[in-house]
Every structure is written in structure tokens, then in C-alpha cells.
């Protein structure tokens, strides 16, 4: 099937969807406006642009996430002022992964500023989450970051953050990286090894 097929076929999918999402969106049931504002992405465009633009100001928390998300797998670049906006007033891993989703290094500085913050025991997973998200985004200038968290006391933040590094690509974390090598967990110590590796390759073939 082409690509102009399927896409078409997309389109056909989300015009059938657009009436049980109205409806849904209209509910005054939270969990059934949640599920709504989820199903969104599979609007025709640019519907469902326009419906998570506006749900992400939505009273409810929970919505505003779900419409975040749509954002970030739609690719809206306009809406990462409202994103980052939103990133201050409430942080939650849901908006951590709609600008990772979207993409835009924009928003490297201000996940690097949660990182700064005193985010251990119950709110490890939130750190984890920005580990993550600064991995998809590939941005170079969060190397330093990403380097200082391969000290981290948990092993599963040491792993993402030898991941992040292998696609954040700055070829000086190889040396931060080979404190890795004697590491209590294999999972990390072969994380380690394989960002290594990858930025070693980098480097060979840099101009």
C-alpha cells in the first residue's frame, strides 16, 4: 500500500472516530473526556491539532495531560511555548514526554532545571522520565547533565543516562562513561559500553 493510500485511509478512520470523540469530549464523565482527549491523535487534521490546543488549558488536570500527549505525538511545534508553560506551574512525567515527543531541544533547558531539583526516593521515576526525554531530544548541551547522573544511586537512572548519552552524541562523555566499567549491575556496565562504543565510532568519522 502507498503512502499517499494509507494516509488516506488515516483520514477516513478519524472522520468515522470524530463523532464518538465529540460526544466523548462533551461528557460529563472524567474518565470518558479523558479517554476522549486521548483519542484526539486520530482526528483528521488538523482537528485534532485544534482540539488538544485547546484542551491543554482544560480544568482538568488529567485531560491536560492526555491533550499534552496528543501534542507531542502530532508534532505541534507551536504549542511547545503552552508546554513549557504548563511544565512550570505542574510538572508530571506526561509533560516530560509530550516535549520529548515533540522534539524540539527548546526544551532541553528547562528538563535539565528539574534535574536540578532534589528529586530522589518517591520522585526517582520522575527523574528517570527527564533522563529519558533529554535522550530523545539528542541535544549535546545536556551531556554534562546526563554525565553527573552516571554517579546516581540507583542503577536504572545510571542506565538511562548512559543511553541518553550514546544519543546525546558529545564525544568527551566517553571518558565519564568508562567509570561505568566496573558498575555492580551488568545492565548498566553494557549501557556504558555501548554509548562508549558509539561515540568512539562518532568520533572516528568527525571532520
Same mark, same amino acid.
Given at each position: 500500500m502507498s503512502r499517499a493510500a494509507r494516509a488516506q485511509g488515516a483520514a477516513s478512520t478519524g472522520a468515522e472516530l470524530q463523532p464518538a470523540v465529540?460526544?466523548?469530549?462533551?461528557s460529563s464523565e472524567?474518565? %470518558?473526556?479523558? =479517554?476522549a482527549t486521548g483519542a484526539c491523535v486520530a482526528l483528521?487534521?488538523?482537528l485534532g491539532e485544534v482540539r488538544a490546543l485547546a484542551l491543554v488549558k482544560d480544568a482538568d488536570g488529567a485531560v491536560r495531560e492526555a491533550a499534552a500527549l496528543v501534542l507531542g505525538r502530532l508534532r505541534?511545534?507551536?504549542? /511547545?511555548?503552552? /508546554?513549557?508553560?504548563?511544565?512550570? %506551574?505542574?510538572?508530571?512525567?506526561?509533560l516530560v514526554q509530550a516535549l520529548a515527543l515533540l522534539?524540539?531541544?527548546? =526544551?532541553?533547558r528547562p528538563l535539565l532545571r528539574m534535574l536540578d531539583e532534589d528529586q530522589v526516593g518517591p520522585r526517582l521515576g520522575e527523574r528517570l522520565v527527564v533522563v529519558q526525554a533529554l535522550g530523545e531530544l539528542a541535544d549535546p548541551a545536556a551531556a554534562p547533565a546526563l554525565e553527573?547522573?552516571?554517579?546516581? =544511586?540507583?542503577? %536504572?537512572?545510571?542506565r538511562a543516562a548512559a543511553r541518553a548519552l550514546a544519543r546525546a552524541g558529545r564525544t568527551r562523555s566517553i571518558e565519564a562513561l568508562r567509570v561505568c566499567a566496573a558498575d555492580y549491575y551488568a545492565a548498566v556496565r553494557q549501557a556504558c559500553a555501548a554509548a562508549g562504543e558509539r561515540l568512539t565510532a562518532a568520533r572516528r568519522v568527525a571532520p
Open positions: 465529540e460526544r466523548g469530549l462533551a472524567p474518565l %470518558r473526556r479523558r =479517554a483528521p487534521p488538523p505541534v511545534r507551536e504549542a /511547545l511555548p503552552v /508546554l513549557l508553560a504548563l511544565l512550570a %506551574r505542574e510538572p508530571s512525567p506526561a522534539g524540539d531541544r527548546r =526544551a532541553t553527573r547522573e552516571l554517579a546516581h =544511586a540507583d542503577g %536504572r537512572l545510571r
